[in-house]
Structures are given as C-alpha cells and as structure tokens.
C-alpha cells in the first residue's frame, strides 16, 4: 500500500498493529502454558500464566488509548477507518482470549486424579487447534488476508466437534462414578473456555475480513 | 438511501475546454433534488469547473468551451432559447470568498428579487428579506441593522448574508464553491447547519477541499481527479468502503 503523505500517521498505524501482534502472542503463549499446566498439574506454572494476563489487559487499554489518538487526530477514512475500528476490536476480543487462557489455568489446581481421564488427552487437541485459529487470524490481520481469516472461520466446527465428544464424554464419567464430579465439571468448564477461545478467534476473523474488504464473510 | 424521483440536474458525457487544455473529460452524473451532493478531489481536478458549468457561469470565460449534455428538470440549459439570467436565478451559486455586494444588508438580499420581478411592493420585498434572511439563520443577527452595509458583516455572516441572497430569488439549486474556505471553524459549523437545514427543499452541490465537510453535509459524493469522475456514491460508501483505488488512495491521504 502506497504511504501516507504524512508519514507520522503511518506510524501510528504500525505502532497499533504492532501492539495487537504483541497481544496475540501473549494470548497464544497463554493457551499453551495453562493447558500445559493442566496436563502435568504444574501449578507455578498456571500461577505465571494468571499473572501474566496483566500484561494483556495493559496492552488493551494501550491499544484503545492509540485507537483512540488515531481517530481524533488523523480522521481517518475508508480502509484506515476500518482497520483502527476492527484494531479497536480485536484488542478487546484477544484481551477476553487471554482471560479464558487464565480461567483455565486457576482451575489447574482443582482437577484431582489426572490419570484416569481421557479426556485429558482430547483437551489439548482443541486447545491446539483452538490456539492455531488465534494464530492465523491474528496473521490474517497483519497481511489483511482476507482468505486466510475465512480459513480460520471455518476452522471453528472442528472446535465445536472437540466440545461435543468432550462433553459426552465427562458426563459419561460422571454418570458412571460421581466421585470424579468435581474434576469432571472443572475440566468441562475448561472444555467450555476453550470452545469461546474458537468463538472469538472467529470473531476476529470477521473483522479482519471487514477491515479488508469492507464486508462481513458471507455466513456458510 | 435510493430514490425513484427523477434528479434536478442531468449531465451526460460533459467535456469542458479552457482552450487547448481539456479541463473536464466526459462527466456524467445526476443532481438528486432532494440530497446534498458533495465535490471532491484535489487541486485542478475540474471539481469547480465543472459545477460551474451546472448554471453556466463558465460563459463568461471566452476561451471555455462545453460539450455534452446537460439538463435541469429536462431542460438543456445550453439550448439557445435558455435565458442565462433566469437559469441563474434557478440555479444560484456561493462562491469561496463571501462577496456581498457594496450595499446595505437589505438591499443585498432585496435585489435580486426586485429584478425578477418577485415582489409587488414593499410589504412583499419585506416578507422576502425577512424569510430569506431567516432561512439563512441570520435574521435574528441583523434585523436591527438591516441598513447597515453588507460588507461590515463578519466573514461568516457575509457568507450567509450571500446565501440569503441566493434563496432570495426562489432557486431550485443552489451551488457553493468552497462555501467556507475562507471562514473559521464556528463560521464553518454554522454553514453546514444551514446546508442541512436548507437540504431537501433545494438540491445542492458543494464543492469542498475538505473531506471531513464532505463527509458531514452530503449524501452524496462525487470523486474527481484529473479531470475525470472517478467515483460517485452515497457518502458513507465512498468514506468507508470506496470502490476504486484512486478514490481511496486520495479519502486515506496517500494521493493529492
């Protein structure tokens, strides 16, 4: 895309998509660690993972306060328009990404008896995927690749898909032996977050898609 | 925001010359009578050029030639039988500097009615000043100084003051080239409030170097570089989604 005439709004513009990079890696690295965390029940683990969140919810209100400075200062419009106001956006979904990341890591300590648990093994494969949708989506936004954002929606069903054989599966166990109770609604609540995390890294894709293209992706 | 009434003005294939130079190259675009229709693009462009030739102020240039069509209410307003005056009584203009003539605040607005013939006596030129002056939200200013002189008006009640003129005489469009370039921001917030109170019972076009005034007084907006229109839409679409890359580039600042 050619530059601006004046160049300092490009650079306000770069400092912003730099800031939501910044918040996407975090709320990645976030998603590996907790479930790491749960997986091995590595509890200063899911401690540094809860207080790293803090990071995140700063780089919001640092993206809000520079969406903000853009708008009032350079009246931006059409394409820069849309990128600051999806920027907006996606700074406050990825910061909910990052708290659905901590909610599973305060719950790494309340799950007992790992072993016996399949669905131990099911979770992280979500997670991953649900981790990878955050990843492309926050790629799709840096290279306004509006393709690779419908990728990610699409990706969603197999984190539905996750969901529902993981909750059948933890009410099995629960149904059939009620002491696992507890672990088992803690780790559906954990099969819960994750399910929004694809939720929302849908979301985005939807804005990287408007800030690209100026419309919404067609719904399948 | 589409409409099935027939539009005000009608242009096909417009081409102006200054000369040997082509200024406007073959414009095609429809006045709605009920929006307000915004002109942008950058310097030279053709933009004022071409609205001038919406009332054919350019005949006053002799070495400006127009071709192609244009039409008020059906009407080529280039057709022999026009008669010039009365389509610029139909078809009124502001210009960038407010000019009030060298006369009192009265006789500025009066004028031109007198010599149309709109008013019978002085009861009815009264009623004239008075409404045209109120429309141009500036009565309540100058109705105690009605015969003080146009030109001792501040530059935004001069503008306004040319605006009363312009309604005075009953016009069905009304042209504003840069109507507030030379005029501060309260002046300027005045002006726009006055365009969208006066929209929908004139058409209106404006010319305007600013895209954020654009952006807030029309409905409607045309894009223009070199000469050509580029682009012609709703407002909103051109300002958030515009379809062609030479719109864009100019709306986001990288052009002009």
Known sequence: MPEHTVKAFDEDITRLRGLIAEMGGLAEVAIEEAMRAL???????????????????????????????????????????????AALKIGGVVERIGDYAKNIAKRVGEIEDRKRFEPLTLIPAMAEVAAEMVHDVLTAFAARDPVLAREVIDKDEKVDAFYDSIFRNLVSY???????????????????????IGDHATNVAEMVHFAALGTLPPDR | MVTNAPPKMCTRDVSVWYGEKKAVDAVSIDIPAEFVTAFIGPSGCGKSTFLRVLNRMNDTIPSARVEGCIELDGDDIYASRMDVVQLRARVGMVFQKPNPFP??????????????????????????????????????????????????????????????????????????????????????????????????????????????????????????????????????????????????????????
């Not at chain 1, 919810?57 to 200062?73: N, P, Q």
């Not at chain 1, 629960?174 to 929004?196: C, G, W």
């Not at chain 2, 605040?105 to 009264?126: F, Q, T």
């Open chain 1, 39 to 85: 997986v091995t029940g590595d509890e200063d683990l899911a401690e540094a993972v809860v207080a790293r969140d803090k990071r995140l919810d700063a780089l919001e209100a640092e993206v809000d306060t520079m969406a903000i400075r853009i708008i009032a200062l350079r009246a931006p419009m059409a394409d820069d328009l849309r990128e600051i106001i």
């Open chain 1, 174 to 196: 629960m149904v059939e032996n009620p002491a696992t109770i507890s672990s088992a609604a803690q780790l559906l609540f954990v099969a819960r977050n994750i399910e929004r």
């Open chain 2, 103 to 256: 006369k009192s605040i009265y006789e500025n607005v009066a004028y031109g009615p007198r010599i149309h013939g709109l008013a019978e006596g002085k009861v009815e030129l009264d009623a004239i000043v008075e409404q045209s002056l109120r429309r141009a939200g500036l009565w309540d200013e100058v109705k105690d100084r009605l015969a003080d002189s146009g030109t001792a008006l501040s530059g935004g009640q001069q503008q306004r003051l040319c605006i009363a003129r312009a309604i005075a005489v009953q016009p069905e469009v009304i042209l504003m080239d840069e109507p507030c370039s030379a005029l501060d921001p309260i002046a300027t917030a005045k002006i726009e409030e006055l365009i969208d109170e006066l929209r929908g019972r004139y058409a209106i076009v404006i010319v305007t170097h600013s895209m954020q005034q654009a952006a807030r007084v029309s409905q409607r907006t045309a894009f223009f570089h070199l000469g050509k229109m580029v682009e012609y839409g709703e407002t909103s679409q051109i300002f958030t989604n515009p379809r062609e890359v030479r719109t864009k580039d100019y709306i986001t600042g990288r052009y002009g």
